[in-house]
């Protein structure tokens, strides 16, 4: 019995192991922030709540997916999605600077844009996400941060910056 209860543990182990080490050999080495302050604008439900729910980024691929052989992979269209619950921004006259909500990605590409989709109290707003360079790509090693203002059931982008990250 003793046996099998230590044969088992070792294999939970190892299988533990082996899916740590699939999810951190991502394709995309070098990594980028996207930060996003998301803020109450001029015009916002004054007795909303501002809870942002959910949060999508898509439309992009990885272009740095390294293969072998003679066959290549598709180059199949991306998103992810944060869920949870945080709170936007007050609204304020002064350039807000807390980030709503931040994540990680590889250099990305998209040639047909990138789409920001945000579930702010339980309404969906999307927006186009501007391009920082003529490439429609977002090269890794940037921290890239997107100020954007909600405005009634809008919502809009108030500007872009892009900054390398400090090693």
């Keep these: 019995m003793k046996k099998l209860l230590l044969t088992l543990a070792v294999i939970v182990i190892q299988s533990g192991m082996a899916a740590a080490n699939a999810q951190s050999s991502s394709p995309c080495t070098e990594q980028s922030v996207f930060r996003f302050i998301i803020s109450r604008g001029e015009v916002f439900e004054t007795n909303a709540a501002g809870n942002l729910t959910e949060l999508s980024l898509s439309g992009f691929f990885c272009p740095e997916v390294k293969t072998e052989g003679e066959l290549t992979p598709s180059k199949g269209v ?87 990250i400090k090693k």
């Design 78 to 164: 991306g998103s992810i999605t944060l869920t949870g619950k945080a709170k936007i921004n007050s609204y304020s006259l002064q350039l807000q600077t807390k980030a709503t909500a931040s994540l990680s990605l590889g250099t990305i590409q998209a040639p047909r844009g990138l789409m920001l989709t945000l579930i702010i109290d339980g309404y969906p707003l999307s927006v186009l996400l501007p391009y920082v360079n003529e490439k429609d790509s977002w090269p890794a090693g940037y921290i890239y941060t997107y100020s954007l203002a909600v405005q009634g059931r809008q919502l809009s982008l108030a500007g872009v910056t892009y900054e390398k």
